[in-house]
Each structure stands twice: as C-alpha cells, then as structure tokens.
C-alpha cells in the first residue's frame, strides 16, 4: 500500500509519514498544492492524505481537480477549520473523510485503514479484462475459461496489473505496490515475474495481454 500525504508543514508530514511506515505503509510527501496535484494525477496511490491550507494550491482545489480527472484515489482531508460548513464543503468535494487538527496519530491511523478496507469492499468481485478474469476473494484465474495456476507473488502482480488496465507500469510502480519496497536490483525480478505470467497468461494464446512499453515498463490491456 502506498500513501501520499500533501502537507505543508514539515513537522506535521514527517510525524505522519515516520508513523505510517512503521505501520509498513510506503509514504510519499509533498509539500505544496502543486507537487501535491501532479504526485495525485500519477494515480499510484491508494490513499492520499490531504491538508486544506497549502501554499499554491489549496487542497479543496487540488481535489476538485482529481475528481474532474476521475481520478477516484480515498482521499482524507485535513483541516484545522471544524465548522460543519467547512466538513460539508469538504465532503462536497469528493473527499471520503476528514480529521481535524491536531489529531492524535492512532486517529489517523484508524480512519486511513477504514477507507482502505471500504475501497476494497468496493472493489468488483471479479477483475476481467479481454477473456482474462480474477477473483480476489477465491484467488481464482481463468483465461478463456480456462483455470490457470499462479504462485502467491505471480497471483499480486497480476492483481496488481488487472486493477490497471491500459496503464503503463513502471518497473519502480510496480516494485512498490507488488514487493512493498522499491531498489534498482528489483528491476531483473520483476522482468523474471512479467515472463512467468506471460508464459501462464499469453503463450499460446490470443489477443497477448501484457505488453512491453520499450525504456518504460509494462501495461496490460485486450485490444
Ligand atoms: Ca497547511
């Protein structure tokens, strides 16, 4: 799981992040509305904690900005204003829960795992993409109907590309959501892990699903 923060005040984002990755969480900071918006967009987030006052961009307007862009990321708003008109202003917005500050770390903490276990409740039951289908819940993949076997970490990565089709994976991308962790020597790994599942998912079979994108990464998509 990856989380972003937008926070401004330095004290404020490295106490949530320090907190975060000892509950092994990966966290990304930025620290004004801009970089906060443009670190969004990238949508390699599962959860984007957001602060309302930030220099360049505020966060209401950085998240009516994701929500133009369908861009669906939970996002839970910070905020030091607790007026009921701010709270609705906020949720108006797009975001899915707010915390007022100062917080203690154990609230966050509550709130950022409710929100992640109700994007996965919302998650479909099965992924499917072409003939391409897999249920998480049964840990169960078919192609064309046809079961096929996968190892735990084959069984990720494929979950990993099937909850985004179309979008070109980076290697660095994939190494953080699929192995929680992110160093160069993972590249090989990961190229190791596409060609097991191409042998599983693609050998043999039409249309191949998991595409090289040359100097980039992979994508998986059926037409
Ligand atoms: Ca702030």
């Not at 966290?27 to 670190?39: K, Q």
């Amino acid at each position: 799981m990856r989380l972003l923060v937008v926070e401004d005040e330095k004290k404020v984002a490295s106490f949530i992040k320090q907190g975060l990755e000892e509950e092994s969480y990966a966290v990304d900071v930025a620290s004004d509305g801009e970089e906060g918006l443009g670190m969004a967009l990238d949508r390699v987030h599962d959860l984007i904690i957001l602060d309302i006052l930030l220099p360049k961009m505020d966060g209401l307007r950085i998240l009516q900005e994701l929500r133009r862009e369908k861009v669906t990321t939970p996002v839970l708003l910070l905020t030091v204003r607790a007026t009921i008109e701010d709270k609705v202003l906020g949720l108006d917005a797009g975001a899915d829960d707010y915390l007022t500050k100062p917080f203690a770390f154990e609230e966050l903490l509550a709130r950022v795992r409710a929100l992640l276990r109700r994007r996965a409740e919302a998650e479909p039951p099965v992924l499917q993409v072409a003939d391409l289908t897999l249920d998480p819940a049964r840990h169960v993949v078919a192609r064309g109907g046809e079961k096929v076997e996968l190892t735990p970490r084959e069984f990720a990565l494929l979950a990993y590309f099937m909850r985004n089709p179309g979008r070109v994976l980076t290697r660095t991308t994939i190494s953080e959501h699929v192995w929680d962790y992110n160093f160069d020597t993972m590249t090989n790994v990961i190229d190791v892990y596409v060609n097991y599942l191409r042998k599983k998912i693609d050998a043999g079979r039409e249309p191949k699903l998991i595409h090289t994108v040359r100097g980039v990464g992979y994508v998986l998509k059926g037409e």
